[in-house]
Nanobody, 122 residues
Framework: QVQLVESGGGLVQAGGSLRLSCAAS????????MGWFRRAPGKEREFVAR????????YYTNSVKGRFSISRDNAKNTVYLQMNSRKPEDTAVYYC???????????????WGQGTQVTVSS
């Protein structure tokens, strides 16, 4: 069983950058699709980005295209979310998830981290 731990959240000014990390335990990390989701106050969890097990295929929600970048290092059992040009509406708790389908639905991700808070000030 893979366990996930996010880190890297914090307070950043609008326009700034931040990189989130999601470290996974377990030797089977490389077989999972990995995704980043976020939940803003009063809203449901929404898809942000996902990456295939090999790292060759990525997909982003429209609101973050060109600003965020997802990557993974299977040797380090870690997936990253580089966030540039941050906007106040990016403020949310960010979660990484592991699944076995290339999907944007949180229902297809069986494993989740505890989340990390990201706050963007205007």
């Amino acid at each position: 069983q893979v366990q996930l731990v996010e880190s890297g959240g914090g307070l950043v000014q609008a326009g700034g950058s931040l990189r989130l990390s999601c470290a996974a335990s377990g030797r089977t990390f490389s077989i999972y699709y990995m995704g980043w989701f976020r939940r803003a106050p009063g809203k449901e969890r929404e898809f942000v980005a996902r990456i295939s097990w090999s790292g060759t295929n990525t997909y982003y929600t429209n609101s973050v295209k060109g600003r965020f970048s997802i990557s993974r290092d299977n040797a380090k059992n870690t997936v990253y979310l580089q966030m540039n040009s941050r906007k106040p509406e990016d403020t949310a708790v960010y979660y990484c998830g592991a699944g076995q389908r290339n999907s944007a639905s949180p229902n297809d991700y069986a494993l989740w981290g505890q989340g990390t808070q990201v706050t963007v000030s205007s």
